[in-house]
């Protein structure tokens, strides 16, 4: 079965930082691509960091360029996403889904969302 799972939510205040880990199996991960996205309350669902295969380009929205870094670890099967000086309104549910091929900012591209972990920055 495929499965991404998403952990390393918590609670942080402004200015502080986590790391997200997505864990898969069950998929040729080394020619996936990987997106976190993110969910805050009444708010669509919107693209944040994207990564591809190894020697692609990752990408990062505007609001977190500068502040978060997305990375895979092939041989662990696992993506990344360092979140730093983070601020409240980067408080989210954060999912990790996967598409198969090239990169896109389109979530509904993506399948396998999995439950998401919550991050919740004070101010």
């Known amino acids: 079965d495929v499965q991404l799972q998403a952990s390393g939510g918590g609670q942080v205040q402004s200015g502080g930082s986590l790391r997200l880990s997505c864990a898969a199996s069950g998929f040729d991960f080394v020619g996936s691509t990987i997106g976190w996205f993110r969910q805050a309350p009444g708010k669509e669902r919107e693209g944040v960091s994207i990564?591809?295969?190894?020697?692609?380009?990752?990408y990062h929205a505007d609001s977190v360029k500068g502040r978060f870094i997305i990375s895979r670890d092939d041989a662990k099967k696992t993506v990344y996403l360092q979140m730093n000086s983070l601020k409240p309104e980067d408080t989210a549910v954060y999912y990790c889904?996967?598409?198969?091929?090239?990169?896109?900012?389109?979530?509904?591209?993506?399948?396998?969302w999995g439950q998401g972990t919550l991050v919740t920055v004070s101010s």
């Open positions: 990564i591809s295969r190894v020697g692609g380009v990752p």
């Open positions: 889904p996967r598409k198969v091929g090239q990169p896109s900012c389109r979530r509904q591209l993506y399948s396998y």
